[in-house]
C-alpha cells in the first residue's frame, strides 16, 4: 500500500475530535496510506513513498455538496440565473422544468461537467440527485468522487395551463414503480467495487409523491440503513398546495406522516411555518426540524437570485438543526454557496453574528457527513477516509492569508484550490480534472441545451420560445451571424 506524506504544510484545517469541531494547526504534516488517512499532526516521522511538499498549502478535509442535479442543472447555464414567474411568486422552478429538459444523451455529459466543477472547487463527496439514466454507476465511478447517488421518482408530475396555477399529472403506478427501480440502483451502488459509490432514498418531492410512496420510502431507507432526500418547503406555491390539500405546512405534513427523522435530509426547508413570506398561523417547524434530528440540505444560490432566502441559516443552527450545503444548480461550487449563505443569513438578520464562516465550513463538512450518516468523511483525521484539498496559498487571490479559511471562502474559491484526492487517490491537479475529458464534456452540454432550446416551444404552456421566457441579459444588434 502505497504511502503519501504532505510535509510542512503551512496550515492544516485538523479535526478536533474532543471539541467537535475544526482547528488551525499552523504547520504540519498530514499522511495517508490506500484510502485511509493515518496521521494528522505535527510531525509524521514514518517514511513515505510519495512526498508532497505542503509549503505554502493549507490542507483542508474535502466538502461535501449535499444536493445536487447533475444531470440537468448544467444545461440552464445563462437560462435560468435571471428567470423566474413574479405571479408564482417569483419561482421559475415550474415553468422551467416544464418547459426545458435536457434529453437522455445530453444528461451523460451533463453530470461530467456538473462532477468536474465540483472537483475544481474542492468537492469530494455529493448527493446526486437525479432521475436513473443507463450508465449512471459508471460515469460516477469514474469521476473520481465520492457519489451518494439518490435516484428520484415520484406519483405526479408538475404541469401548467397559465402562467400562475401549478396542476399535477398523477401516476400513482409510475412512483411505485421509481421506487422499486431506485431500491435496485441503491443496491448496486452499495456494492460497488470502488468503495466510493452508496445509495440514498429519493422521492422527489413532497408535493408529487402520494403519503404511501412517502410512507413506504422512508420504511425502505430504514430498512437499508440509508439516509433519505425530499425537496419540502422549497416554494411559496408548494406551501400553499400543502395546505389545500391537508391544511398545515409542509414540514407538518412530513411530520405526522413519520418521514421525519436523523436520516432525513430536507432540500431545502426555507418556506417554514414562520417564513415571512407565507405568513401562516403556527411557529412550530423549526423546533419540529430540531427535535426530529431531520437535516437540511442548504442551497442559497438558486433562491436568492428569485429573492427567496432562509430565515436564517444560524437561526436554524442554534434551534438546533444540522445543516449541510448543497448547490442544487450550476455553478456547483460549495466555496461560493458557504459565502452567500453567510452574507444572506446577515443581511436576513440584520446581525453579523448570526453566523460565520466556521459555521458554514462546519455544514460544508461535518454536517453534510453527519446527513449521509458518515462519521469519516468531512474531517481530518487519522481513521478517516483520505479526501482532501490542497489550497494554495501562494494564489494571488489568498494573500495575505493571514487567515486562510476566510481568504478562501471570501476571496480565492475555485481559484485557489490546486490538488484534490478522493479516497487517497488524486483526481484533480492545477485546475486540471483527471478522471474526465472536461472540454468532451462541455461541447455535449452546448449541443444538448441546443436541442433542449429548441424543442421548448413544444413543452411551453403556452407555445413560447426559450428566448420569449428567459431572453438575454442584452438586447442583441443587427442580424448578428451566430444566433438563428
Ligand atoms: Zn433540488
Redesign the pocket.
Known amino acids: 500500500m502505497t504511502t503519501t506524506c504532505i510535509r510542512n504544510a503551512a496550515c492544516i484545517i485538523a479535526w478536533d475530535a474532543t471539541n467537535r469541531r475544526h482547528a488551525y494547526l499552523m504547520g504540519g504534516d498530514v499522511a495517508f496510506a490506500g484510502d485511509t488517512l493515518t496521521y494528522v499532526g505535527p510531525k509524521f516521522d514514518d517514511a513515505a513513498d510519495v512526498t508532497i511538499d505542503g509549503a505554502d498549502m493549507m490542507v483542508m478535509p474535502g466538502l461535501i455538496d449535499l444536493?445536487s442535479?447533475p444531470s440537468t442543472e448544467p444545461f440552464f447555464r445563462g437560462v435560468r440565473e435571471e428567470h423566474g414567474v413574479p405571479s408564482m411568486y417569483m419561482s421559475g422552478l415550474y415553468e422551467r422544468s416544464v418547459a426545458m429538459q435536457p434529453d437522455a444523451l445530453a444528461r451523460k455529459a451533463g453530470k461530467q461537467v456538473a462532477f468536474c466543477e465540483m472537483l475544481l472547487s474542492g468537492v469530494t463527496s455529493v448527493a446526486d440527485?437525479s432521475g436513473i439514466d443507463e450508465g449512471w454507476i459508471d460515469i460516477a465511478a469514474q469521476s473520481g468522487l465520492r457519489v451518494f447517488l439518490a435516484p428520484s421518482y415520484a406519483s405526479a408530475r408538475w404541469h401548467l395551463e397559465n402562467g400562475w396555477a401549478l396542476k399535477y399529472r398523477w401516476d400513482e403506478p409510475a412512483g411505485r414503480r421509481g421506487l422499486d427501480a431506485a431500491l435496485a440502483l441503491i443496491g448496486e451502488a452499495a456494492a460497488h467495487p470502488s468503495g466510493r459509490l452508496a445509495g440514498i432514498v429519493s422521492p422527489a418531492q413532497i408535493d408529487t409523491c402520494t403519503e404511501d410512496l412517502l410512507r413506504d420510502s422512508f420504511a425502505a431507507a430504514e430498512e437499508r440503513d440509508v439516509p433519505l432526500t425530499v425537496?419540502c418547503a422549497?416554494s411559496v406555491n408548494e406551501f400553499q398546495i400543502m395546505v389545500d390539500r391537508h391544511g398545515k405546512s409542509p414540514v407538518q405534513f412530513a411530520r405526522d406522516l413519520g418521514i421525519l427523522s436523523p436520516r432525513t435530509v430536507l432540500?431545502?426547508a426555507i418556506f417554514i411555518d414562520e417564513h415571512s413570506w407565507v405568513r401562516w398561523h403556527t411557529h412550530t417547524d423549526l423546533t419540529t426540524l430540531a427535535e426530529t434530528g431531520t437535516n437540511v440540505a442548504h442551497?442559497p444560490s438558486p433562491f436568492a437570485r428569485y429573492g427567496h432566502t432562509l430565515e436564517d441559516f444560524g437561526r436554524y443552527r442554534r434551534a438546533g438543526v444540522n445543516l449541510g450545503i448543497?448547490t442544487?444548480v450550476a455553478p456547483h461550487n460549495v466555496i461560493e454557496e458557504m459565502r452567500l449563505a453567510a452574507i444572506l443569513a446577515r443581511v436576513s438578520a440584520r446581525d453579523i453574528n448570526t453566523t460565520s464562516v466556521s459555521a458554514l465550513f462546519h455544514a460544508a463538512t461535518v454536517g453534510g457527513a453527519e446527513a449521509l450518516g458518515r462519521s469519516d468523511i468531512g474531517r481530518l483525521a487519522a481513521g478517516a477516509k483520505a479526501d482532501l484539498v490542497l489550497v494554495d496559498l501562494g494564489n494571488v487571490w489568498m494573500r495575505p492569508a493571514r487567515d486562510p479559511l476566510r481568504s478562501l471562502v471570501f476571496t480565492g474559491a475555485d481559484r485557489a484550490v490546486r490538488t484534490v484526492f478522493v479516497h487517497g487517490a488524486k483526481v484533480m491537479d492545477g485546475g486540471r480534472v483527471l478522471t474526465m475529458d472536461h472540454e468532451a464534456a462541455l461541447a455535449g452540454v452546448a449541443e444538448g441545451q441546443a436541442r433542449m432550446l429548441r424543442d421548448a416551444p413544444t413543452r411551453d404552456w403556452a407555445g413560447r420560445s426559450a428566448d420569449e421566457i428567459s431572453p438575454l441579459s442584452l438586447p442583441v444588434l443587427g442580424e448578428g451571424r451566430n444566433r438563428n
Request: contains cysteine; negative net charge; aromatic residues 0%.
Open positions: 444536493h442535479h440527485i425537496h422549497q432540500g431545502h442551497c448543497g442544487d
